[in-house]
């Protein structure tokens, strides 16, 4: 393991998650006691994990007390199963509270990227139904979304994601290098700040487990986007009175910029709308700064 994600995983904790007592990775900086209203709950997105966010938590800390983060099963640090778990967006929103039960949340911001937009809008739709547990007294306190594919029929899938999600999904798992890997996340992030160094550190986290073997898996989350989107998720950005934060990279290729202004045009057109600029779908890894900058302000005004 590298120097980066060996010193990441020092600073965490793993928990078991029932009933089958997969490992998750999970890790709380600041203060234990802080309030909800000075806890950001971050949910990376895919193909990513936690250490996404390790360029911009020190910054994050100089608004917020607290900061909780994680690595969903089939990411990252955590355990990358091949069966009794589903990977579907339900099962992961079901994770992210056994994080936040763990630590002892009872609210908090909630910030988004990619997946972890559409784990999210789970989250959103079973507090806008009256289905959070009652521990999480405190509630959300806000929602930030970033470049995540929120509205399906609008994003620019790439071609390996096609593949993947296609019933033979399964027969590429072995074809997959880091070369193809370096292309796709490239192609996807629509502007050339990244690394070679940041993509490396993507690809490790995703081989660790043979996690890379099992894409096909973790993907199939956009098809509850296509069964679920209209019916469930949308509706309930639609209809909340949370403050929402729609916080888009203007050069991302794959979920568009097009895509946060039809949020805003057609779905929660109370929603702050932030663009971006000159930023792409990784925009925490490959732009940290300006990353910080855009989605803090967000915060002054709540």
Same mark, same amino acid.
């Given at each position: 393991?590298?120097?980066?994600? /060996?010193?990441?995983?020092?600073?965490?904790?793993?928990?078991?998650?029932?009933?089958?007592?997969?490992? &998750?990775?999970?890790?709380?900086?600041?203060?234990? $006691?802080? #309030?909800?209203?000075?806890?950001?709950?971050?949910?990376?997105?895919?193909?990513? #994990?936690?250490?996404?966010?390790?360029?911009?938590?020190?910054?994050?800390?100089?608004?917020?007390?607290?900061?909780?983060?994680? =690595?969903?099963?089939?990411?990252?640090?955590? =355990?990358?199963?091949?069966?009794?778990?589903?990977?579907?967006?339900?099962?992961?929103? =079901?994770?992210?509270?056994?994080?936040?039960?763990?630590?002892?949340?009872?609210?908090?911001?909630?910030? /988004?990227?990619?997946?972890?937009?559409?784990?999210?809008?789970? !989250?959103?739709?079973?507090?806008?139904?009256?289905?959070?547990?009652?521990?999480?007294?405190?509630?959300?306190? #806000?929602? $930030?979304?970033?470049?995540?594919?929120?509205?399906?029929?609008?994003? #620019?899938?790439?071609? $390996?994601?096609?593949?993947?999600?296609?019933?033979?999904?399964?027969? !590429?798992?072995?074809?997959?290098?880091?070369?193809?890997?370096?292309?796709?996340?490239?192609?996807?992030?629509?502007?050339?700040? &990244?690394?070679?160094?940041?993509?490396?550190?993507?690809?490790?986290?995703?081989?660790?487990? =043979?996690?890379?073997?099992? /894409?096909?898996?973790?993907?199939?989350?956009?098809?509850?986007?296509?069964?679920? +989107?209209? $019916?469930?998720?949308?509706?309930?950005?639609?209809?909340?009175? &949370?403050?929402?934060?729609?916080?888009?990279?203007? +050069?991302?290729?794959?979920?568009?910029? +097009?895509?946060?202004?039809? &949020?805003?045009?057609?779905?929660?057109?109370?929603?702050?709308?932030? !663009?971006?600029?000159?930023?792409?779908?990784?925009?925490?890894?490959?732009?940290?700064?300006?990353?910080?900058?855009?989605?803090?302000?967000?915060?002054?005004?709540?």
């Amino acid at each position: 393991m590298s120097p980066q994600l /060996s010193t990441w995983k020092t600073s965490g904790e793993f928990i078991s998650y029932s009933p089958f007592q997969h490992q &998750l990775f999970v890790k709380q900086l600041g203060s234990p $006691t802080a #309030s909800a209203k000075k806890t950001l709950l971050l949910i990376h997105g895919f193909p990513e #994990s936690s250490y996404s966010f390790h360029k911009v938590v020190n910054a994050l800390l100089g608004k917020f007390d607290r900061i909780i983060l994680f =690595d969903m099963l089939g990411y990252g640090l955590s =355990d990358k199963p091949t069966e009794n778990y589903t990977y579907s967006l339900f099962e992961q929103a =079901d994770t992210v509270f056994e994080v936040w039960k763990h630590f002892g949340i009872k609210g908090g911001h909630l910030l /988004s990227h990619d997946m972890g937009d559409s784990v999210a809008t789970e !989250i959103l739709a079973r507090h806008e139904n009256d289905l959070m547990p009652a521990w999480f007294s405190e509630g959300l306190q #806000s929602l $930030t979304f970033t470049n995540g594919s929120m509205v399906l029929e609008l994003a #620019s899938l790439r071609i $390996t994601q096609k593949l993947l999600l296609s019933n033979y999904g399964y027969l !590429i798992k072995n074809m997959t290098t880091f070369k193809i890997f370096d292309q796709q996340v490239r192609s996807a992030h629509g502007n050339k700040n &990244l690394s070679v160094e940041d993509i490396k550190l993507l690809w490790e986290g995703n081989t660790l487990q =043979d996690g890379h073997k099992k /894409s096909y898996l973790t993907i199939k989350y956009l098809n509850d986007r296509k069964r679920f +989107e209209k $019916t469930r998720w949308l509706p309930a950005l639609a209809q909340t009175k &949370l403050p929402v934060h729609i916080c888009w990279g203007n +050069e991302d290729a794959v979920a568009r910029i +097009e895509m946060a202004h039809y &949020l805003i045009e057609n779905i929660c057109q109370n929603a702050t709308l932030t !663009i971006m600029k000159g930023l792409g779908h990784f925009c925490q890894i490959g732009s940290p700064e300006k990353w910080v900058e855009y989605v803090s302000d967000f915060y002054k005004k709540d």
